[in-house]
């Protein structure tokens, strides 16, 4: 029987869980799927990622409800990818925030991206018929914004290319907390397809430096301690550096995409086969590594038909 590509055959409900990773921080986590933060202030609330559409999007408000009457004004995009933008119209934010190059992301390649991953992830995508179309910030930023939700402080920052050129992270320096988005994950695997292998470590390295008591990751359950923190900054750093160092390997030599892929598998196989969407993610981290070692230094869009090319390739 022929292997589903990317996440086709998950259609399995995740449990979801909703972790207080600091006074009134939250970290809305479902077993692999794409978390969602949330930064309760005096007034109003923050949310971080959007999940891929508005029915999802109402789980985290339901779980918000839980723990606060507050309003949602504000919405914080750490990167462009589909399954993190989409749902933004069900919060009824005042303001949307992401950084200048997500923008530009959005705007270059964010029509493709959510074909693209439609195909990819069904599951997640159940409702999409809500969605109203692609996900526009109203503010943005360079480098670093101030957001203040009354007293509370809250620091939007850029702190270098990782999971995509215009990754942005959340500082509250209140409570030392961070929220990365797919920076770091947690017992799941990075997706790299569009990201930047090179830049990467030193980007975890900077989020390192801020030594936060707790972070809520891109996928998997909330980091709260200095040991789950620092496991999970090493860990992910090692997942990026094993899937690029083979590669690298591989095409110093001339080697073939298919090659690659072989490399991959055997180094990365034994350490994190049963992370959460491993398989989903392998052929597009392969393929992005792959142009990456021959010095392509921006990714190539996805579309859905690029996507089944490379896995018809990848399967032989």
Known sequence: MAKAFASQGDMEEKKISFTEVGEGLYAFTAEGDPNTGVIIGDDSVMIVEAQATPRLARKVIECVRSVTDKPISHLVLTHYHAVRVLGASAYGAREVIMSDTTRAQVAERGQEDWDSEFGRFPRLFQGHEEIPGLTWPTTTFSDQMTVYLGNRRVDIMHLGRAHTAGDAVIWVPDQEVM??????????????????????????ANIAAFEPRAIAPGRGDALVGEKMVTEALENTADFVRSTFKPVERVVARGGTLKEAWDAVREACDPKFADYAIYEHCLPFNVARAYDEARGIDTPRVWTAERDREMWDALQG
Do not use: R
Not at 186 to 199: P, R
């Open 179 to 204: 929220f990365t988005g797919d920076i770091v994950e947690y017992h799941s695997a990075c997706y790299c397809g569009d990201g930047h292998f090179g830049d990467w470590p030193e980007t975890l």
